[in-house]
């Protein structure tokens, strides 16, 4: 697996000189990011581009290749993966499209290609995907991708991975995180996942530094086998899938030639195999940050913090209406909390007023974060004044103290929100119900690992009794 | 009523030089904005405030008051509402707070305050509010409002009216439209309402230039006077309203002194009123575009067009969740579709792949919004390219030509579509479910406006006939 996100050696088969060839943006990304491995191109002329050496065929290359990147029209691409086969090449992305997606004639070359595959052992990602990511080292085989447009913002390193069966949902993920305070550290497009699919990635980000792992689906190709290693995976594993009507089924199924997969199905899955399902796409790359930021959320229980009276009730009514609990103050807390100065309100949602403090801020904070009836925070700090960001930049670190949560949300254009948030880097949700979210997500993933946990142990527990009988038995 | 929003003279109650004043922000705002009429500070020292004259009491004032401004300690405001009555002054805006959303004497001198308003006939705004902005003649009376720090944008004018009883949602709404195609009309704090409410506001916003009323609420004060105003009123009514549920209701309370209304009771009074409820704090400032800049959506049969094929299926979903349908196009629309150029999927939703031509993009445009059995277009354009750009600047026109709307999203980072939203002026929502909200209260609007056509038709038909049977009767 790691040859596809740390080739030593790669051909990009397809790529030449023409106007608006798409495989040659792949060789203009690898020369910008400097990749320190060979490159090749592959092309009828055997020309070469961007200044790496060209071929007519992958059997000509004179020396190993890690990894084919494969973009031409479909009908050519059967033959390809023999040539590639033959060559003892055993890793191949396949970007085209024009297979499963496309129709009869693209199934039959799909299965083509298939046989390919068995003959020679290759492991295949893809049909109709956009290729990997890997910002540890700064390779990428995006095909279309112009770096000098997003700026290095994408090749920033950072600890969320992500699966997604569209590349435009790839795009847009790298585009939003560069406005936030996680980054990426690998991205896989599957696209129509002929051989490696969702699970197998889920896999392999398991075992290396990645610390969320975030999926975008349209299908799910074996139920099982993603429900198998979900289990047995502790990392969050958020996931995004479409398909949640007839018609938004009908509408993937033209894009990644995925199955229908029963909606019903699909949840009670992800709630068998601790899967956090998400709601809206936006939360592929909103809510990671909690989880990258803030410990886990381990009660329901939560106390508003605001200077914005409105939003005390605002807050309040979301928070119900997703499952969560208002902490109940107790009166010790409550006096703790009128003591600091002059308060709107001291019961829960606390109302700070127009409180300019920044000791006052930290002061309740710190009485709410160590109150035995409090779970988590969420706090709602109008920003209107500076000392309203130090005190929330020193929250961060109080919540690591008191291994509790807070989200955070200020009332603030979204503009200023990102601005604060990228200059200062404070996680900072967008919305209140965004905010929200995050901590429903983290109260859910804490409950996923206490049972995944137990499994192992029930499992450990199996198995250390079959070493002891087994022992017994010799 | 006009004196809240355009007076010719007004007094600044409780405006010194203190440090810290609240009072004295409002007179640095009238001065900044270079308000055109007389203004007077009043304090315990009759000095003059940011070089307007100072006097120790309203009655000393040589010259007429249209509006006298409080903002002092709550203790002191009923003698200085009997001296305004005794002045000639018949509109007061009360900003102090510590009245009945304070407990038991809060509420005492409330009643004490009333009585003078009895006596004299005047008019109060308040208490416990932030005041009134009218961006046509730059008129502000919001305290602590520091213009330096959010530029001109505040008081650019436009035709979106706002009812707030929270003065931080007031801010929130400007501080979002600063990045926004629409821009404020007029806006009023209402705070805890004990004279003029919402209703009141409603009625007056519909005979200026207003276009749409947008209103936060935390209560409601008279329900039967509320729908019997917005039955009349044609204008799309936008409303938030805090506490949907106990805990929403209490923390509201505490805030403004809000009597517990039940929702269920206010969503039925919505309805039949011809109220459009929303249903999240951001739709306040989201939604209202969709009203100024489109027409108005009268069926549920939409098209979806993207050139991101994830983004079908992502609308397609949120669509049918919403009550909406995918529009069947019809063979013939889909022959047009077809010539157009190479495209994924001429079925609804409409993948135009990664096409680049502006005249395709405008051509399937011009296809979907003629065929009749489409009412209006989800539009979902990835602009990686200008040309994409110049299509959607296009849309905006054409979809006034064909009287159907077109809620445009772009899968882009926020920071991307906020910036094209205002660089191009161009209708775009910040999520796909905000856009599919859109269409929904546009549809809404759509079909109140018949009812309330209907509803004075039926009026008018009666009062002619009360008129010919008075005449028959002579």
Redesign the interface.
């Known amino acids: 697996m790691e040859k596809f996100f740390n080739p030593q050696s790669i051909a990009v088969i397809g790529a030449s000189n023409s106007p608006l060839n798409l495989a040659a943006t792949i060789l203009a990304l690898l020369r910008y990011n400097n990749f320190p491995g060979d490159v090749f191109a592959v092309n009828r002329k055997g020309e070469s581009v961007h200044g790496f050496p060209g071929y007519t065929s992958v059997l000509e290359i004179p020396c190993h290749v890690d990894l084919a990147v494969i973009l031409l029209s479909a009908a050519h691409v059967p033959e390809i993966v023999r040539q590639c086969g033959e060559k003892g090449i055993r890793h191949i992305i396949i970007e085209s499209a024009g297979f499963s997606e496309a129709g009869e004639e693209g199934l039959r070359l799909q299965k083509e290609m298939e046989m390919h595959l068995k003959t020679y052992g290759i492991r295949i990602l893809g049909p109709n995907c956009l290729g990997t990511l890997n910002t540890q080292n700064r390779f990428c085989c995006f095909y279309?991708f112009v770096p000098e447009?997003y700026g290095d913002s994408f090749f920033t390193p950072g600890t969320i991975s992500y699966i997604i069966?569209?590349g435009?949902?790839g795009?847009?993920v790298l585009?939003?995180l560069?406005?936030d305070v996680c980054k990426v550290n690998k991205m896989v497009s599957i696209g129509n996942k002929s051989d490696l699919d969702e699970a197998d990635f889920i896999e392999y980000f398991n075992q290396d530094n990645t610390e969320v792992i975030g999926m975008?689906l349209?299908s799910v190709r074996d139920g099982n086998k993603l429900m198998r290693i979900a289990r047995s995976v502790k990392k969050p594993i958020l996931a995004f899938k479409?398909?949640?009507?007839?018609?938004?089924?009908?509408?993937?199924m033209?894009?990644?030639a995925g199955m229908a997969t029963n909606d019903i199905i699909f949840e009670s899955a992800c709630k068998q195999a601790g899967i956090i399902r998400l709601k809206?796409?936006?939360e592929l790359y909103s809510l990671p940050k909690i989880f990258t930021t803030m410990p886990l959320l381990r009660g329901k229980r939560i106390a508003?913090i605001t200077n914005?009276?409105?939003?005390?009730?605002?807050?309040?009514?979301i928070?119900?209406?997703h499952g969560m609990k208002?902490a109940k103050l107790a009166p010790f807390t409550q006096q703790r909390i009128q003591k600091t100065g002059q308060l709107?309100?001291v019961?829960n949602?606390v109302?700070l007023g127009?409180a300019m403090s920044k000791q006052m801020f930290l002061d309740i904070f710190e009485i709410l974060l160590s109150a035995e009836e409090v779970d988590g925070l969420l706090a709602i700090p109008?920003v209107?004044q500076d000392v309203v960001i130090e005190a929330i930049l020193e929250l961060v670190n109080m919540c690591k103290h008191y291994n509790k949560p807070a989200a955070l949300y200020v009332?603030?254009?979204?503009?200023?929100i990102?601005s604060i948030r990228t200059k200062y880097n404070i996680p900072i949700f967008?919305?209140?119900?965004e905010a929200v979210r995050a901590l429903v997500v983290s109260n859910q993933q804490y409950h996923y690992l206490i049972k995944k946990e137990k499994l192992q142990e029930e499992f450990n527990l199996y198995h250390d009794n079959e070493i002891i009988s087994c022992e017994r038995e010799r």
Chains 1, 2 share one sequence.
């Open positions: 279309g447009k069966q569209s435009g949902i795009v847009l585009d939003s560069a406005f975008y349209e479409v398909g949640r009507t007839e018609e938004g089924i009908h509408a993937a033209s894009h990644t809206h796409i936006s508003v914005s009276g409105a939003f005390g009730g605002i807050a309040a009514d928070l119900i209406e208002l709107f309100n019961k949602p109302d127009p109008n209107w009332p603030n254009s979204i503009q200023k990102i967008e919305s209140p119900e």
